[in-house]
């Protein structure tokens, strides 16, 4: 366990600090006020069809801006959406552990397409926003094409051992695993400890036979070094028409080679 939450937080650390190049000049930027009031920031780039980007845990829209998969979904003509999820980035970040009950991020998500006017959409997330996806595959009707990054079965457990760590560091408690992980939180202003916490505490799950459900096309992808949040071709499995592929990194890096955004053009042609 120990090892696999500082393969985490390192991974963290190198999603952030990442780096690539976009032309931004046409970028719509704004805020969409969602179900409770909570002002989520977003951002679109293109014209084609669209596909939102769902960001990780300590992380932000920003962060899709540094991958490979960005830049080449926009210069393949997508219309690409990042947003900040709701305790992140520009999003508001309410100190109330409700406000991110109840599959508030998911309803987010899906207010802002309906906003956007979408009627079908793609979605990509990752880590965390992987876990996000289950629940808007379960829930909404116009995804044609998701892919789950990063992501095992693990999360499908309401009682997961490794959320619940999360939350009780991030809430004070000695967990000296992951103190490190604390420290980078306190020390970067952009970050509110008591957000990412609730984000941890309330953190959906999604059943196994919920998500056998989902007919869809789906991408499981996951690096060849990363086991971080389960095996990723055991929940390929689960789905009844799931592809898996492996490419090159761990937990941190997989997300921003070019073989990941590669797979992701590939299954979305």
């Known amino acids: 366990m120990k090892n696999k939450l500082v393969s985490f937080f390192v991974g ?22 969602s179900f409770d009031g909570i002002k989520i920031y977003y951002e679109v780039t ?71 006017k979408f009627d079908k959409y793609n979605v990509v997330g990752y880590s965390r926003g992987s876990i996000i996806t289950a629940r808007l595959l379960v829930q909404d009707k116009r995804i044609s094409k998701a892919v789950m990054g990063g992501m095992g079965t693990d999360f499908t457990n309401p009682e997961w051992p490794r959320r619940k760590m999360f939350y009780r560091a991030l809430s004070g408690d000695s967990v000296p695993e992951l103190q490190a992980m604390v420290n980078y ?60 592929i492996q490419v090159p990194g761990d937990h941190g890096a997989a997300m921003n080679t070019k073989e990941f955004a590669d797979a992701v053009l590939s299954f979305f042609k």
């Not at 600090?17 to 969409?32: E, G």
């Not at 970040?93 to 899906?110: C, G, L, Q, V, W």
């Not at 086991?227 to 499995?237: H, I, M, P, R, W």
């Open 185 to 244: 939180v306190k020390s970067t202003p952009t970050l509110d400890q008591t957000a990412l916490a609730y984000l941890q505490k309330e953190q959906p799950s999604t059943s196994i036979a919920s998500l056998k459900k989902v007919s869809i096309p789906m991408l499981i992808i996951c690096g060849d070094k990363d086991a971080d949040n389960g095996s990723g071709q055991a929940l390929a499995a689960v789905f009844s028409n799931a592809k898996f």
């Open 46 to 116: 293109g014209n084609g069809f669209p596909v939102i980007l769902l960001h990780g845990f300590i992380a932000n829209g920003e962060s899709w801006k540094r991958s490979s998969v960005y830049t080449e979904l926009i210069n393949a003509g997508y219309k690409v959406i990042t947003l900040d999820m709701r305790g992140n980035g520009k999003s508001d970040k309410p100190h109330d552990s409700t406000s991110y009950a109840n599959d508030a991020e998911a309803k987010d998500i899906m207010g802002l397409a309906t906003q956007l």
């Open 12 to 33: 963290v650390l190198f999603f952030i600090s990442a780096s690539a190049q976009v032309d931004t000049s046409a970028m719509q930027k704004d805020y969409y006020t």
